[in-house]
């Protein structure tokens, strides 16, 4: 009688465990649900979150996450969902800082995260800065291209600005550069451990024409 009792505990308590463990997911995770899918979980580097996925993989990340929200049925995800598979491709080598993830908001089983990130259309695109602690935290892109590379243009911007606003250390710098005599200047205030350091050249819109 003892014995069984304890056992039930232990099975119980096992039980709560796997129901309260964070369930934070990556690439080639299979999404709960029924619904076809757009996206191969083997294929793309696309992280496919569900209702038990989403909020442990996306909020309090060390990662930001630019998702897609879309429906199986909607005729323009479909033709969106290869340029979106493109532009994932192109930025699979970011994803220590940012990862590319869809769900499938018309698979009822993800009904409750796409009605509390307010999703009414589709596809809906949303960049979680790194550390977003819930659905309010993300920024609505609007008008994405079907071009991978202004794609690209747009996210870009949106990591920008999430190391403005964050200055995160372990990013790479994207400060502008003040004014600088010599090469050897460029290297001043970079930490000794830095082993490779880019200074890309551009022309900001203030005049000033390098940027780390
Ligand atoms: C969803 O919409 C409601 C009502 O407009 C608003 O209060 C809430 O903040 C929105 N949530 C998100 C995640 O945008
Ligand atoms: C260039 O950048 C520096 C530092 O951010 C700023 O103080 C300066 O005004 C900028 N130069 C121009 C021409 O706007």
Not at 9 to 20: I, K
Not at 63 to 85: K, L, M, N, Q, V
Not at 143 to 159: F, G, R, W, Y
Request: proline share 5%; with cysteine.
């Amino acid at each position: 009688m003892a014995a069984q009792y304890v056992l039930r505990s232990a099975c119980l308590l096992l039980l709560l465990t796997f129901l309260t463990s964070a369930t934070k997911v990556d690439y080639g995770y299979v999404p709960v649900g029924d619904n076809p899918r757009l996206y191969d979980e083997v294929l793309e580097p696309i992280v496919q979150l569900d209702e038990d996925t989403f909020a442990d993989t996306v909020y309090n990340s060390d990662t930001a996450y630019f998702i897609e929200y879309y429906a199986d049925w909607c005729g323009y995800c479909r033709r969106f969902a290869p340029h979106f598979s493109k532009f994932a491709e192109a930025v699979r080598l970011w994803a220590p800082i940012m990862k590319v993830a869809v769900i499938n908001c018309a698979d009822s089983y993800n009904k409750g995260v796409c009605k509390d990130n307010n999703i009414t259309m589709y596809p809906t695109n949303k960049y979680f800065p790194r550390g977003s602690t819930g659905a309010k935290d993300g920024i609505e892109v609007e008008d994405l291209d079907n071009h991978p590379e202004t794609m690209l243009d747009d996210i870009a911007n949106q990591v920008k600005e999430d190391y403005m606003r964050g200055r995160h250390a372990d990013w790479p710098n994207f400060e502008w550069l003040g004014k600088t005599g010599t090469y050897g200047e460029l290297w001043t205030g970079v930490p000794d451990t830095v082993q490779h350091y880019a200074v890309l050249f551009d022309e900001s819109e203030n005049g000033n024409n390098s940027m780390k």
